[in-house]
């Protein structure tokens, strides 16, 4: 079934550590984003990619890096994180570059730094 | 640039009742429109779309939006409302002569009560 998987679902780590949030699509959509959540439920862009080997920033800045190797994977990492990290972050994928095309959310990851 | 406002942190009514969900746009050229409901520990499923045409666009699950170009808003409707349409509800813009980033509104909180 064509679908978009975040792993892990929750994660709670302490300070410093690297980690990498997970997205996957079967869809073959070349266009994907992820989004950053906050505690009020706004929904900001953070990174965007309109193929293999592209990827953007945002609007809202962050300390996150994002990889397009292959179309259906596009992976989040943090380097070293931090208690203002604590979000949830949303991975999207949409199929083409028509401007209408709704984009299909995963489930999400709830990241608790602590 | 392009904005959405979503007036109503939250709406709640009685089940059988009619739900509207309010949201106003700004975009420098034509919009495309989009509604998305996120129910607890999920991604967000998309709803229905304005592109072009008539401006009654009818969705999943029963909603439907209008857009009025006049009043630069795109309000959802369910004439009947269920216990189960509980959830968070967030507009969502596109100006169609920009880039392919959509921006949320900061999302309303339904509850609809038995």
């Known amino acids: 079934e064509a679908d978009i998987y975040q792993t892990p679902r929750y994660l709670v780590i302490g300070t410093g550590k690297k980690i990498t949030l997970e997205c996957s699509q079967t869809?073959?959509?070349?266009?994907m984003y992820w989004y950053q959540q906050d505690p009020g439920m706004e929904l900001h862009l953070i990174h965007y990619s309109y193929g293999v080997n592209s990827t953007e920033k945002g609007d809202l800045s962050s300390e996150s890096t994002v990889s397009r190797i292959r179309t259906e994977h596009f992976p989040l990492t943090l380097e070293s994180a931090r208690p203002s990290h604590t979000s949830q972050y949303l991975c999207?994928?949409?199929?083409?570059?028509?401007?209408?095309?709704?984009?299909?959310f995963g489930p999400g990851t709830r990241l608790t730094v602590l | 640039a392009q904005s959405v406002a979503q007036p109503e942190d939250q709406v709640n009514v009685a089940e059988g009742n009619p739900l509207t969900v309010k949201c106003t746009y700004s975009?420098?050229?034509?919009?495309?429109l989009f509604w998305y409901v996120q129910y607890p520990n999920r991604g967000l499923q998309f709803l229905l779309k304005?592109?072009?045409?008539?401006?009654l666009v009818k969705g999943s699950y029963g909603f439907e939006a209008e857009f009025n170009k006049s009043q630069t808003s795109f309000h959802l409707k369910k004439p009947s409302a269920l216990v189960s349409d509980s959830a968070l509800y967030f507009c969502?813009?596109?100006?169609?002569?920009?880039?392919?980033?959509?921006?949320f509104g900061a999302g309303t909180t339904v509850t609809v009560r038995a």
């Open positions: 999207a994928s949409s199929e083409r570059d028509r401007g209408y095309d709704e984009q299909f």
């Open positions: 975009v420098s050229g034509n919009p495309y």
């Open positions: 969502a813009v596109r100006d169609m002569g920009g880039d392919y980033k959509l921006s």
């Open positions: 869809m073959g959509h070349d266009k």
């Open positions: 304005y592109i072009t045409g008539d401006n």
